[in-house]
């Protein structure tokens, strides 16, 4: 069974840090594409940085350059984080981490909040 756990979220100032996790298990996936999504108040949900099993990353353009994705293989498992930097009060949604498995079929996490204010 898929699982994918998000942590980290909470309250930061503007300008400041955060740094997401994402838990996941339950497959193999060293050669999947694994991705962090945000969905903002009265917004839809949009990709925020995606990474490859090859560690190939892209972002969207808004957050280029203050986010980075990483991730961390292990057996049946895989960590991923979002390093979040320079927050602004328009990153301020709930954060999903999302895996990309094969025919098309996607697992989601529940999300974390991250709040962006002073």
């Known amino acids: 069974q898929v699982q994918l756990v998000e942590s980290g979220g909470g309250l930061v100032q503007p300008g400041g840090s955060l740094r997401l996790s994402c838990a996941a298990s339950?497959?193999?996936?060293?050669?999947?594409?694994m991705g962090w999504y945000r969905r903002a108040p009265g917004n839809q949900r949009e990709l925020v940085a995606r990474i490859t099993g090859g560690g190939r990353t892209n972002y969207a353009d808004s957050v280029k350059g203050r986010f980075t994705i990483s991730r961390i293989n292990a057996k049946n498992t895989v960590t991923v984080y979002l390093q979040m930097n320079s927050l602004k009060a328009e990153d301020t949604a709930v954060y999903y981490c999302?895996?990309?498995?094969?025919?098309?079929?996607?697992?989601w996490g529940k999300g974390t909040l991250v709040t962006v204010s002073s």
């Open positions: 999302n895996n990309e498995g094969p025919y098309g079929i996607s697992f």
């Open positions: 339950g497959r193999d996936f060293s050669t999947h594409a």
